[in-house]
């Protein structure tokens, strides 16, 4: 099928990933696939949920939010408490970030990664869990150069791409009207090491078959891969 911005059906859209974009976040990056664009920025505090204090481990967590006009109608902003897409949403990119991170390494502290959507044309939240690892890198980087943990508490890098099937075709990283027309749809968290995080796959239409699954699996990893390549170089350019 012709896609409406002319990718191939196992085609990325354009991305960008501009690392230490914000000036006095411990860690930032400004990530774009496409029309897709999120700010996401890690902040370090000293201190550990309730649940977690006298442990001697950390914790990462995450805020998510659409300013009113990153989407073609104005999104009313969410004054006091997060709605249930907001807060499912919260939850993936927390998940995502502590997959990948020794906890225990990071003393009695808390990264917090708020993630920003400028722009919204369909995969917002992998774009965010895909920035939100860059800028926790630069955080946790902060951290062993002032000699408050002694090395990286990185297992794997983390990423995450959509997939579909749309028009009886398999798709990678849907934009907005692919996925609002989409008969499945698939949101893949992988880590560097080739493991799943989370899959998040529902039929619109027919169910599908675990050959279909198989086959998405296997696009999306071809698509995550390209974004840790991605995160690398991203990464690479604050060395000098």
Request: charged letters at 20%; glycine letters at 10%.
């Amino acid at each position: 099928m012709l896609r409406s911005d002319g990718r191939d059906n196992d085609e990325l859209r354009p991305v960008s990933i501009i690392p230490g974009f914000q000036s006095y976040a411990e860690g930032s990056a400004l990530i774009e696939l496409g029309q897709t664009k999120v700010i996401c920025a890690a902040t370090v505090e000293n201190r550990v949920p309730a649940f977690l204090k006298g442990e001697g481990g950390g914790w990462i967590t995450a805020e998510y939010a659409m300013l009113p006009r990153s989407t073609t109608t104005r999104t009313p902003r969410e004054e006091s408490r997060a709605g249930g897409r907001t807060h499912e949403i919260q939850r993936i990119i927390g998940r995502s970030l502590r997959a990948v991170i020794d906890l225990n390494a990071l003393g009695e502290r808390t990264l917090i990664v708020d993630c920003d959507v400028l722009q919204a044309d369909g995969g917002t939240r992998t774009a965010a869990i895909t920035g939100s690892y860059v800028a926790l890198v630069q955080a946790l980087n902060k951290l062993v150069a002032m000699g408050l943990i002694p090395s990286l508490p990185i297992r794997s890098a983390v990423a995450a791409t959509s997939v579909g099937i749309v028009g009886g075709e398999q798709l990678l990283d849907l934009c907005y009207d692919e996925d609002s027309w989409a008969e499945v749809d698939f949101n893949v968290v992988m880590t560097s090491e080739g493991k799943f995080v989370e899959i998040q796959g529902t039929a619109e239409a027919s169910p599908f078959s675990k050959q279909t699954i198989d086959s998405l699996l296997a696009l999306a990893q071809r698509g995550i891969e390209r974004l840790f390549a991605a995160q690398k170089a991203a990464l690479d350019s604050l060395k000098g």
